[in-house]
Nanobody, 121 residues
Framework: QLQASGGGLVQAGGSLRISCAAS????????MAWFRQAPGKEREFVAA????????YYADSVKGRFTISRDNAKNTVYLQMNSLRPEDTAVYYC????????????????WGQGTQVTVSS
């Protein structure tokens, strides 16, 4: 029900925008988030956006470089990633929570399949 896309290979310092399209139900009243998981590491929170007032939250490691946004009419959430670094390399997952924002993955009920982002140095 969540389909992530837009990943790819980019050089350090470059930009990439990944998308997460929802289908089968509307997620307009869900908090939406992006997590990422690098090889050998745990899944970590990247960014989130609430459904009601559009408040955004970011991990310290991406603050000022990444921007999360959503288009409820299109049932899609985006992650604009600028000034990419090799340490941003990971599989990026979108997730939806009906109970609000959290940086903990445990509250997110719906997950996309992930999209690979690779940043070369």
């Amino acid at each position: 029900q969540l389909q992530a896309s837009g990943g790819g290979l980019v050089q350090a310092g470059g930009s990439l925008r990944i998308s997460c399209a929802a289908s089968g139900r509307t997620f307009s009243t869900y908090a939406m988030a992006w997590f990422r998981q690098a090889p050998g590491k745990e899944r970590e929170f990247v960014a989130a956006i609430t459904w009601n007032d559009g408040s955004t939250y970011y991990a310290d490691s991406v603050k000022g470089r990444f921007t999360i946004s959503r288009d409820n009419a299109k049932n899609t959430v985006y992650l604009q990633m600028n000034s990419l670094r090799p340490e941003d390399t990971a599989v990026y997952y979108c997730a939806a929570s009906p109970i609000g924002y959290s940086s903990s993955y445990s509250i997110y009920d719906y997950w996309g399949q992930g999209t690979q982002v690779t940043v070369s140095s």
